[in-house]
């Protein structure tokens, strides 16, 4: 018997604008509860030698993990269980962390920390101006979507010519494309709002998701600010 379904999720807030609020408030729960994840994992990961090697050796495993959790979780998140949506999100944010303590292994401790700030400062400016402009982003998330498009074959060319000035120029955009998607992605969780208002059943499958988002948004936009600001040990 299935009880995990939230049918009500709405049931004690009949103001639409308190559900609306409810509804993203939510999202910003999970993606939270997702950083946290990735920060223990990292953590555990750089604070144990022999998890620390292995990561390092399944790398590649773990890369190829996280893009078919995310392909995944985008594909089936309509008929998907809220319980299977939750549980995938938090073990693709752990992997995350896994992965990521392999990169933060070469940062200092204070820039990292100082990144991060500064990560939490620029993001929450831009998921704000995406929340109350009222200028449609559309437009907006589509060019950045291209600018991403031109920055993962950017970053493919520099595998195998190792610019500098390259990677360099990938982190400036790339900043740039994940403060842009913010911005659309915040916007369009208030569009999620009303798909997940028709379908209470699925409401939190959509926060997830929505959480997802944010999620990968700071995630980008940390890592891109650690290559232009970080400093190595």
Known sequence: MRTDAPTSFFATYPDEIAQQRL????????????????????????????????????????????????????????????S?????????????????AVLFYAYTTESLATVFLITCGTFGATALYGATTKRDLSSVGSFMFMGLIGLILASV????LQSSALAF????VGVIVFVGLTAYDMQRIKELYATAAANEARATNYA??????????????????????????
């Open 84 to 100: 299977t949506a939750k549980v995938l999100f938090l073990l693709y944010s752990v992997l995350t962390g896994k992965t990521l």
């Open 169 to 172: 120029a990938a982190s400036v």
């Open 157 to 160: 060319v520099n595998i195998f």
């Open 208 to 233: 997830i998701i929505g959480a997802l988002a944010l999620y990968l948004d700071f995630i980008n936009l940390f890592l891109n600010l650690l290559r232009l600001l970080g400093r190595r040990r």
């Open 23 to 82: 509804f993203i408030q939510t999202v910003y729960a999970w993606m939270a509860g997702g950083l946290l994840a990735t920060t223990l994992a990292a953590w555990t990961t750089l604070s144990i030698p022999a998890i620390f090697e292995l990561s390092i050796q399944l790398r590649w495993v773990l890369a190829i993990a996280m893009i078919g959790l995310v392909i995944y979780l985008s594909a089936r998140i309509e008929s998907m269980r809220p």
